[in-house]
């Protein structure tokens, strides 16, 4: 069953170290949703200074805009475990891009949590999560040895990032894979500037 | 496409404000705050079934009260930088006089100033976002995003958590599978 699953928090990725006997560093990438244009963002094609509603700025210069938004930031949840120094730890952490640093992004951590560690257990080196490549958005994940410290890590999407789905003004149906159309209510809308 | 969409990522509002509204329609002149409302989901929640007897503790329970975690992600272009900004926003009714009451906390917050300068500079936390309440009866929310020069230029605003037009999956649902399936005959 994966009803709340259906709903939130998707594990975006997942590894284990439990079977690295050689005792050397392990290390996983992957890629966040933080370049995908939002198709849910609809720009507004008319009214009075339209051009300069924020919706419609947001579709073009923003985080809807058709080429790749130039800055974001998306929320992840990484709990790590370790089973013989055992212990565990989550972690959460906000990946931001911007284009001024479009060769680098940075990753800042928000809040973390330790729980029932053994006295070996290292839970400050059991991993990291360092910026691979910026350009696609791809992240690293590197423990520092399978056994005396975490050895199972999951990295859960929590919010933010690109592909999302829009459903405020102007917002439609979305579609693709997995889509899940956000019931649109125009109670719900975003001013013009006020 | 939207496959984290569909898993929960949910965006209510944004803004770019990188040209300078000049037709007055705004707060602020150049430079200067720029603000916008969004309003937050408080339709009642139609997937619980609220039970017949008085004896139940699910009986009187008004699904009006919410409660609203989001979060904003704003980012600047020139004094650059980026912050993510984690809010509470609570709403009840007051059965005496005052009608729906809300509040708004704010509960996390990271931030990068890329230049010193950015979002009021300093080590600080960020002088801008800001959201304020203008109506708690239909929840619309203030959002001001400072200037678009000097501050943040381009913003998000993410829909987190919370009860209101959540689904109901625990005792006393109506429909659980409610907007819940997906259809492997969709694929890309």
Same mark, same amino acid.
């Given at each position: 069953?994966?009803l709340i699953?259906?709903?939130?928090?998707?594990?975006?990725?997942?590894?284990s170290?439990?079977d &690295?006997?050689?005792?050397?560093?392990?290390?996983?990438?992957f890629i966040v949703?933080?370049?995908?244009?939002?198709?849910?963002?609809?720009?507004?094609?008319s009214?009075?200074?339209?051009?300069?509603?924020?919706?419609y700025?947001?579709?073009? &210069?923003?985080i809807?805009?058709?080429?790749?938004?130039?800055?974001a930031?998306i929320?992840l949840?990484?709990h790590?475990t370790?089973?013989?120094?055992?212990?565990q730890?989550?972690?959460?952490?906000?990946?931001?891009?911007?284009e001024?640093?479009?060769?680098?992004?940075?990753?800042?951590?928000?809040?973390?949590?330790?729980?029932?560690?053994y006295?070996?257990?290292d839970s400050s080196s059991?991993?990291t999560?360092?910026?691979?490549?910026?350009?696609?958005?791809?992240l690293?994940?590197?423990q520092?040895?399978?056994?005396?410290?975490?050895?199972?890590?999951?990295?859960?999407?929590?919010?933010?990032?690109?592909?999302?789905?829009f459903?405020?003004?102007?917002?439609v149906?979305?579609?693709g894979?997995?889509?899940?159309?956000?019931?649109?209510?125009?109670?719900?809308?975003?001013?013009?500037?006020? | 496409?939207?496959?984290? $969409?569909g898993n929960?990522?949910?965006?209510?509002?944004?803004a770019e404000s990188?040209?300078?509204?000049s037709?007055g329609?705004?707060d602020?002149s150049?430079?200067?705050?720029?603000?916008?409302?969004?309003?937050?989901p408080?339709?009642?929640?139609?997937?619980?079934?609220l039970?017949?007897?008085t004896?139940?503790?699910r009986?009187?329970?008004n699904?009006?009260? @919410?409660?609203?975690?989001i979060?904003?992600?704003?980012s600047?272009?020139?004094?650059?930088?980026n912050?993510?900004?984690?809010?509470?926003?609570?709403?009840?009714?007051d059965?005496?006089?005052?009608g729906?009451?809300?509040?708004?906390?704010?509960?996390?917050e990271v931030?990068?100033?890329?230049?010193?300068?950015?979002n009021g500079g300093?080590?600080?936390?960020?002088t801008w976002?800001?959201? @304020?309440?203008?109506?708690?009866? @239909?929840l619309?929310i203030?959002c001001?995003?400072g200037g678009?020069y000097?501050?943040s230029n381009?913003?998000?605003v993410?829909?987190l $958590? $919370?009860?209101?037009?959540?689904?109901?999956?625990g005792?006393?649902? !109506?429909h659980?599978?409610?907007?819940?399936?997906?259809?492997?005959?969709y !694929?890309e």
């Amino acid at each position: 069953m994966a009803l709340i699953g259906g709903m939130k928090g998707p594990i975006i990725a997942a590894f284990s170290s439990q079977d &690295n006997t050689d005792n050397v560093p392990k290390q996983m990438d992957f890629i966040v949703p933080m370049k995908t244009p939002i198709d849910t963002l609809v720009s507004p094609t008319s009214g009075t200074y339209y051009t300069q509603d924020p919706v419609y700025r947001a579709y073009v &210069n923003g985080i809807g805009r058709a080429a790749g938004p130039l800055s974001a930031a998306i929320k992840l949840g990484i709990h790590a475990t370790g089973g013989y120094y055992y212990g565990q730890l989550y972690r959460e952490y906000i990946y931001f891009r911007n284009e001024n640093a479009s060769s680098t992004g940075y990753i800042m951590q928000l809040s973390e949590q330790v729980g029932d560690n053994y006295g070996s257990f290292d839970s400050s080196s059991d991993f990291t999560l360092t910026i691979q490549d910026n350009s696609t958005a791809k992240l690293r994940v590197r423990q520092d040895k399978d056994y005396f410290t975490a050895n199972q890590v999951k990295v859960y999407y929590l919010g933010g990032g690109t592909d999302v789905t829009f459903v405020g003004r102007n917002g439609v149906s979305a579609s693709g894979l997995g889509s899940r159309s956000a019931d649109y209510d125009n109670r719900y809308y975003q001013t013009f500037w006020v | 496409m939207a496959l984290i $969409g569909g898993n929960g990522g949910i965006l209510i509002a944004c803004a770019e404000s990188n040209v300078y509204a000049s037709n007055g329609g705004h707060d602020g002149s150049n430079g200067g705050a720029m603000q916008f409302d969004f309003y937050l989901p408080v339709d009642v929640q139609d997937t619980i079934t609220l039970p017949s007897s008085t004896m139940d503790p699910r009986s009187n329970y008004n699904t009006g009260f @919410t409660v609203h975690y989001i979060a904003t992600h704003s980012s600047g272009t020139y004094y650059w930088g980026n912050n993510w900004k984690e809010w509470v926003i609570m709403r009840r009714y007051d059965n005496g006089s005052a009608g729906w009451s809300a509040s708004i906390a704010q509960v996390a917050e990271v931030i990068h100033r890329g230049h010193p300068s950015f979002n009021g500079g300093g080590s600080g936390s960020g002088t801008w976002p800001t959201l @304020t309440l203008q109506n708690a009866s @239909t929840l619309q929310i203030r959002c001001r995003i400072g200037g678009d020069y000097w501050n943040s230029n381009r913003i998000e605003v993410y829909y987190l $958590g $919370g009860s209101a037009e959540s689904p109901m999956i625990g005792q006393g649902q !109506s429909h659980p599978d409610y907007n819940y399936h997906v259809d492997t005959t969709y !694929s890309e």
